[in-house]
């Protein structure tokens, strides 16, 4: 995860940008496919043919039928109505372990850049060391910690990416730092407080936005990596990644169980990274 | 430069003091007695007293802490709890491994993402545009375990071309060694390609359109000169470091890749002893490859700094 | 004289390949000290590297491996072990009653050893002569014969145990029929063969490689593609496709052990809190509301043998007066009404393997129906290990790996002073019948005893118990000689590459 590096962006919000962003094909799919999944995610009680955790002795893995569109699992599940819910919990899994590194980021990398001297070097030092961990190796030792349970591995994924908002927030803050509208603010006597919040966020939302994006994309797959090693979201209940972990064991048998968990997955994660790639272009006035 | 070089190292230290309390403190958080997680099944009371006591796993935590530090000031990294062997030998025969599922890795990648991203900067915005996009971008989208599991089964159960998993050394048999890392080294260079794709892509885009390549294009001299000779050679220069940086974190561990394939490397080994509470196993390998990463960060940022002049103030 | 050449060539390349099995297991196996070891996977390296004093048949009868006859003491007290002679161990060193002793001495007092307990009732080892050993035990104990068919009665070579002190399970030296080459931690572990070995006739191959592959999936895919020569703990579900395949063969027996539901009775006051863990009816209800066959079906895919005690109905100490009970949805919601409880909840703590989930799950559908709510709680096993020492859970589904004397799968368990007791249980009949069974050496008489204590503990239900699962196997066709017994070890003696 920690591999998604981020450029240095030149920031100036245009509104040229929005035109910009609708030419790129790339990025107007990876939004249509988003939206279609959250819509699916909140939609799944109405659009589900059947109750996601009903079991049943008598449909144990059934090939897609048209009673199963797209089979059943090891329980007899039917893996459309899974599919349908799972992309709640894996849709969440993006956004709150993002958002959480958002929020702990964000703060932490303005006071590092805006404060500077020995509370830049304190946290820049303690960010690089959980840098330099390996990332799954750090969520996996805090899932374990807190238990193994979805919400449990959305903190430790969120917790984990936060070195990351910390690092991008710094480095914006102290490009931002040395512009002249901060100069100018300064010397109309504008307390620190209010140049942070009112001057200098605003302009470097972008580059966190496509971060973020990108970032959901990663954690949807760390979800999935978690469940992978039994971390994850708790059966019954389903989410996309579990249902990978537990079809692992029957790709001969029943294929089904994983092809589409496994599409699913990919499908939102390349939309969230088209749409970042996107946003990136878009508010990145050196590409044309 | 050289206040540079040593500024730099002078933050080392307490980077790596910062990781080692980090992941001691972890490691203790996980719930559990690990005396009584090594004990086995049986959990004979007798066994567990000696683990606690031969682990000081009854004293505080700081004393603990202050116990492996010394023990690592010393270079002894201490013992696997689970094996008896000592971490470091466990370290040792791993190193290599890891080194060159990770170096595989990497030239991999270097080679799908820089192709993929200067095919896609030249012809930007057409369809060689978005098949490369996409291309790399598969590699970012599916996990890792699922596109490994999927080769075993194609490559090696259907098509019987290459070893379904495990590991044999170079020197005992080359071939064998290649064939068993090409799959894992291309899972887990996939999901870099993309990144370097990316930046290969926009490093391009900027420098196909400066002065520089105008000039060079006015001389009348081929695109493709041009874009090979000229751009590419620019454009290189911040990618490289990327992958410095790259490597660094390949040699954490490619945690789920070397659980699918068996590769006896770090990851693998640092995975089970969280699952075991074989505490010194995480801190003594964690430890390591922090270093190396560090390490290999100071070196892609002299080799950044050395390169771009505007870094120097 | 080209058709001699390739025929040659293809008979030594043949050879060559036959010269080695390999062998794939489903963990790392830990320390290869059989008196430090403590896991089931490392039985099985064992099974190449160390003999025993005595072994197992298929039916579960002693027989003679190291030790070629035994003689129990007039008052049992005492027995009397005859070795086999010429018997060397890998460093050349005799294996004589001297070493006997040596080494069950040392299974009872180094430090960390792990057959402290299962030794604690011999209190002293006599070497009679060269080749006679006596155990002398402060009380009768029947299950001393099946403790010394495991690794207490694994015997290691003293002199290279005195050499190495605690660092013996790096370099192990036994006297089995092969011996240790290198290990590579969670790579793998070459053993090659020992020319010395006195059963020399039984091994046709010329080294094992033990390769741990935790991936259930991957192991079968190395088998398939010819890297593995031999699987243990095949996936029940991958059977099928395989008996298909004629380049492979399935092998299957019952497990020792068992798989059941542990319930908090009593071990901590969560018992009390629970009405699961302090009303026995409700207890009775949660059986009823199971259909042991559909979860073996359903979660094991057939692969295993419905069971209600802690040894298998094929067993011969299984208590035929406690049959497995029929599910029965009516009665248990009528057990509840009884009970004043309408829609009793409790929290399951189910370990993260994929054959544990599916069982709990399927328990909680099943339970559904009766009224349960059960919550399904995966816990890691190290946490879940501690959790149950201590007391703090409802219910957890626990698997046992099994001995071979039915007092192995039972004292520890449910007698009150029991060490893994996590229930709580305390019945003083129930101890009392199980220390006479352990004290008695006549089957039939075990066997009634066991069959009065069958008939409580599944009255009182501190564990359910669901079934025992089968052993499976997964091996090339041209492999012969694989002998399926219930312990689930892979015997080397025998087995030939045809």
């Known amino acids: 995860m920690a591999a998604i590096v981020f450029e240095q962006l030149e920031v100036t919000p245009r509104r040229r940008a929005w035109r910009r962003l609708m030419r790129r094909g790339g990025a107007m799919f990876g939004l249509a496919v988003v939206t279609l999944f959250v819509l699916i995610a909140v939609l799944a009680p109405l659009l589900a043919p059947y109750d996601p955790v009903a079991t049943s002795w008598s449909t144990v893995r059934a090939a897609p039928s048209s009673a199963h569109l797209f089979g059943a699992d090891e329980l007899g599940r039917d893996v459309l109505s899974r599919i349908l819910w799972g992309a709640r919990a894996s849709i969440l899994a993006g956004v709150v372990s993002v958002s959480i590194s958002l929020a702990f980021g964000v703060p932490i990398g303005m006071l590092a850049g805006y404060l500077g001297r020995w509370v830049d070097a304190l946290i820049s030092r303690i960010t690089d060391a959980m840098l330099a961990c390996p990332f799954l190796i750090l969520a996996i030792a805090l899932a374990a910690f807190l238990g193994p349970s979805l919400t449990n591995a959305m903190i430790a994924i969120g917790i984990t990416a936060t070195p990351i908002f910390i690092r991008l927030t710094r480095a914006q803050v102290l490009a931002a730092k040395s512009e002249d509208y901060v100069e100018a603010a300064r010397a109309l006597g504008n307390p620190h407080w209010r140049i942070a919040l009112r001057h200098i966020f605003p302009n470097i939302v972008a580059p966190l936005i496509v971060q973020a994006t990108l970032a959901i994309a990663a954690a949807v797959i760390a979800e999935a990596s978690l469940s992978f090693l039994g971390l994850g979201q708790q059966p019954p209940a389903p989410s996309w990644g579990s249902m990978l972990n537990t079809a692992r064991n029957y790709v001969d048998q029943a294929p089904w169980m994983a092809i589409w968990p496994g599409l699913s997955i990919f499908l939102l994660v390349l939309s969230f990274n088209l749409l970042g790639d996107g946003l990136r272009d878009a508010l990145d006035p050196r590409h044309k | 430069m050289l206040n540079y070089l040593l500024q730099r190292l002078a933050t080392i230290v307490p980077t790596l003091f910062f990781v080692s309390v980090l992941i001691f403190g972890l490691q203790q958080l996980l719930p559990g007695d690990p005396a009584i997680a090594l004990a086995g099944e049986d959990r004979d009371p007798n066994v567990v007293a000696f683990l606690r006591a031969k682990f000081h796993l009854d004293e505080p935590l700081p004393v603990r802490y202050w116990y492996w530090l010394s023990g690592v000031l010393h270079g002894d990294l201490g013992d696997s709890v689970r094996i008896q062997k000592p971490v470091s030998e466990l370290v040792a025969e791993k190193l290599p491994v890891t080194l060159q599922l990770a170096t595989m890795a990497m030239l991999i990648a270097l080679v799908i993402g820089i192709t993929a991203g200067v095919v896609s900067a030249v012809k930007k915005d057409t369809w060689w545009d978005y098949g490369a996009n996409i291309f790399a971008l598969w590699g970012l989208s599916t996990p890792n375990f699922w596109l490994g599991i999927l080769l075993i089964l194609l490559f090696a159960v259907q098509l019987g071309w290459l070893p379904a998993s495990g590991y044999v050394s170079p020197f005992e048999d080359l071939k064998g060694n290649l064939a068993a890392m090409i799959m894992p080294a291309f899972v887990l260079g996939n999901a870099f390609a993309a990144v370097l794709m990316r930046h290969t892509r926009s490093a391009m885009l900027q420098v196909l359109s400066s002065d520089y390549v105008r000039t060079a294009r006015a001389k009348g001299l081929e695109e493709r000169v041009v874009v090979l000779k000229h751009a590419l050679r620019n454009a290189l220069i911040p990618v490289i470091t990327l992958g410095a940086l790259g490597l660094g974190e390949l040699l954490g561990g490619a945690v789920l890749t070397e659980q699918v394939f068996s590769i006896p490397g770090f990851g693998k080994l640092i995975v089970d002893a969280v699952f075991n509470r074989d505490y010194s196993v995480v801190q003594g390998v964690v430890l390591c490859t922090a270093t190396a990463y560090l390490a290999l960060n100071l070196l892609a940022d002299l080799a950044y700094y050395l390169v771009n002049p505007r870094m120097r103030h | 004289m080209r058709k001699l050449i390739f025929a040659a060539l293809a008979a030594v390349t043949a050879l060559a390949h036959a010269q080695t099995l390999r062998i794939g297991l489903a963990e790392d196996p830990d320390i290869l000290d059989p008196t430090m070891a403590r896991t089931f996977v490392g039985r099985i390296v064992f099974a190449g590297l160390c003999d ?61 050893s792990n057959r402290r307990g299962e030794l604690a009732v011999v209190s002293s080892v006599d070497a009679v002569d060269a080749s006679t050993v006596r155990i002398n035990l402060s009380a009768p104990f029947a299950p001393l014969l099946a403790v010394l068919t495991d690794r207490a009665g694994m015997m290691v070579s003293p002199k290279a145990a005195q050499a190495a002190g605690d660092k013996f399970g790096a370099q192990p030296v036994c006297s089995g029929p092969f011996r240790f080459v290198e290990r590579v931690a969670q790579d793998r572990i070459v053993l090659e063969r020992f020319p010395n070995y006195w059963n020399k006739g039984e091994i046709h191959f010329n080294r094992i490689v033990y390769q741990p592959i935790v991936d259930s999936t991957v192991r079968l895919a190395n088998l398939r593609s010819g890297q593995l020569d031999f699987i243990e703990r095949l996936a029940p579900n991958d059977v099928p496709g395989l008996k298909s395949d004629s380049r492979f063969k399935v092998a299957r027996i019952v497990e020792i052990g068992y798989q059941g539901i542990t319930i908090n009775t009593g071990k ?217 017994i219930p312990d689930g070890m892979v015997r080397v003696q025998g087995l030939k590459m045809n």
């Not at chain 3, 100490?317 to 509840?336: H, I, T």
């Not at chain 3, 959790?387 to 790996?401: P, R």
Request: hydrophobic letters at 40%.
């Open chain 3, 52 to 112: 025993k004093l005595l072994d197992l048949d298929e039916k579960l009868n002693i027989v003679p491996q190291l030790a070629t006859s035994y003689q129990w003491s007039a008052d049992n007290k005492a027995l009397t072990l005859k070795l086999r002679s010429g018997v060397t161990f890998h460093d050349g060193e005799k294996l004589d009653a001297q070493a006997v002793k040596f080494n069950l001495e040392r299974h009872k007092n180094m430090q960390g």
């Open chain 3, 268 to 484: 901590s006051e969560m018992a009390q809190k629970n009405p699961l863990g302090k009303d026995a009816r409700v207890r009775e209800a949660f059986e009823l509301s199971l259909d042991r066959d559909a979860i073996v079906k359903v979660a094991m895919d057939g692969e295993a043998q419905v069971g209600n005690q802690w040894v298998a109905p094929s067993n011969r100490y299984y208590g035929k007066s406690a049959p497995s009970p029929k599910r029965n949805v009516e009665r248990a919601r009528q057990l509840l009404k009884e009970a004043g409880v309408s829609n009793p909840s409790f929290t399951l703590m189910t370990p993260t393997t994929s054959d544990a989930q599916r069982v709990a799950q399927v328990v909680q559908a099943m339970a559904k129906d009766a009224g349960f709510d059960v919550k399904i709680q995966s816990t890691e096993f190290a946490t879940s290990l501690n959790l149950a020492d201590k007391g703090q859970f409802e219910a957890y589904v626990l698997a046992w790996s099994g001995r071979a004397d039915p007092d192995g799968n039972l004292q520890t368990f449910i007698a009150c002073k029991g060490p893994l007791n996590t229930s709580g249980y305390c019945n003083p009949q129930v101890d009392e019948a199980i220390e006479k069974a352990r004290t008695t050496l006549d089957p039939a008489e075990r066997a009634k005893l066991y069959d009065a204590v069958a008939l409580q503990v599944t009255k009182d239900r501190p564990i359910v118990y669901l079934f025992h699962r089968h052993w499976l196997w997964a091996h090339c066709a041209k492999l012969s000689g694989l002998r399926t």
